[in-house]
Nanobody, 121 residues
């Protein structure tokens, strides 16, 4: 019923930039929050950044000042602009959405398939 389609990952040199996109589609009534998590090999999945429908954003300390999250509510899309990338940013990045379906009274968490970001020279 719901799909989160991510794009924009890839290989980038240290100091470079990438922009991730994630579009939600399906029988969506309302989206409370959209954001990005990441998981590096051998590590737990961690929050990168989230943005609520009310305009509040939250970032992991490790990406503050380098990453910027933004949303296009009309398109049910969230973006993550990543600047000054370093090797510690290498991970599989997952899109997340807390949303309410047309036929369901509560919010549910949905995840994308993940897009790989590799920072290497």
């Amino acid at each position: 019923q719901v799909q989160l389609v991510e794009s924009g990952g890839g290989l980038v040199q240290p100091g470079g930039s990438l922009r991730l996109s994630c579009a939600a589609s399906g029988t969506i009534f309302s989206i409370k929050a959209m954001g990005w998590y990441r998981q590096a090999p051998g590590k737990q999945r961690e929050l990168v950044a989230t943005a609520t429908s009310g305009g509040t954003s939250n970032y992991a300390d490790s990406v503050k000042g380098r990453f910027t999250i933004s949303r296009d509510n009309a398109k049910n899309t969230v973006y993550l602009q990543m600047n000054s990338l370093n090797s510690e940013d290498t991970a599989l990045y997952y899109c997340h959405a807390a949303l309410q379906l047309m036929s369901w009274p509560t919010y549910t968490d949905y995840w994308g398939q993940g897009t790989q970001v590799t920072v290497s020279s």
